[in-house]
């Protein structure tokens, strides 16, 4: 019932939206989940084995796709763009599951027995997260769901950046500095703690901000990450639940009341889970901004000496 009525709802705003035709890799991206879907049904062993990878790449495709039919433009417009994306993907949900390995919240089950293709199938799916987030977002963003400057502008005061920094700096290391029988009910401050750590340092250093966003009333990045972190959020755990190797959550919160492989409530963890990828990116991409610039100035001295 999740899965339909987001669906649906999202599909109706899609086909009474203005719009052009869905470019070919959306269509192929539609394939590529049928496809996937079909080769499941019929027990084929590796497509069972790396459906989670195959079905994402598809939905990635589909929902570029859609986002070009609605706005004539979309992330793979920029391949190199998309290509980073793809790649820190995988280092920044390595994050988290280290994080795992002390609260020990989910186990990966089984898995290929040959290292290479364990190896593969964890970059390969680790590297879809990031894309599909943001993909889903301009999705979002694309059908008009969030009009920008219908807030009050909040104002953004240096204190108020560094109790926020704070806050966000207990939440991360909490989780590790108890027992860990203690941590293992704590990763919903994860979910959330990098956001009010990082968005700050992204404002001080004039890079993409959602405090900077509130200061010009406008909230829709933060409402189209959240609806973003659901909608993805209910294809994870409705994909993984039919994929041959996947997740399994072991922590003790839920396990009489799951919602395909998820405990309910863990799935109140998505919406801000998308919201911190968003944070945890734009903050990569504010160091680097800040390094090219330091190196330009830095070139610039030398030139004048």
């Known amino acids: 019932m999740l899965l339909a009525g987001t669906v649906g709802f999202i599909s109706r705003r899609f086909f009474c939206h203005p719009r052009s035709r869905v470019p070919f890799w959306g269509w192929l991206g539609l394939g590529i989940i049928l496809l996937a879907e079909l080769l499941l049904a019929a027990r084929v062993i590796w497509a069972s084995t790396f459906f989670t990878p195959i079905v994402w790449t598809g ?3 589909l929902a570029d796709g859609l986002v070009a ?3 004539g433009e979309s992330r793979l417009s920029a391949p190199g763009s998309f290509a980073a994306l793809a790649f820190w993907s995988v ?12 609260l020990r919240n989910w186990v990966y089950v089984s898995m290929p027995s040959s290292p290479a ?5 964890y970059v390969w799916a680790f590297a879809t997260i990031w894309p599909a987030i943001y993909e889903t977002a301009d999705f979002v963003e694309a ?3 969030f009009q920008p400057n ?3 502008r909040t104002p953004s005061t240096p204190a108020a950046r560094g109790l926020t920094a704070l806050g966000g700096l207990i939440l991360v290391t909490v989780p590790l500095l108890v027992p860990a029988r203690i941590g293992s009910y704590l990763f919903g401050a994860v979910w959330m703690g990098f956001v009010l750590l990082l968005d700050p340092l992204n ?3 004039r890079g993409a901000s959602l405090l900077r966003d509130f200061e010009d009333g406008s909230h829709t990045k933060l409402g189209a990450l959240l609806a973003a972190g659901w909608i993805c959020g209910i294809l994870w755990e409705f994909w993984n639940y039919w994929a041959g190797a996947g997740w399994l959550y072991i922590f003790s919160i ?3 009341w799951k919602i395909f492989q998820m405990p309910a409530p863990g799935l109140l963890g998505f919406p801000p889970f998308a919201v911190e990828c968003w944070v945890m990116f734009e903050f990569l991409r504010t160091i680097k901004r800040q390094f090219v610039s330091a190196r330009k100035r830095d070139d610039l001295v030398e030139q004048q000496v």
Request: glycine share 8%.
């Open 59 to 61: 939905y990635i495709l």
């Open 69 to 71: 039919s609605l706005k």
């Open 91 to 102: 280092p920044l949900w390595l994050v988290f599951e280290a994080y795992n390995l002390r």
């Open 117 to 121: 293709l364990d190896t593969l199938g």
């Open 143 to 145: 059908l008009g769901y």
């Open 150 to 152: 219908h807030w009050p």
């Open 203 to 205: 404002y001080q250093w």
């Open 254 to 256: 839920g396990q009489s």
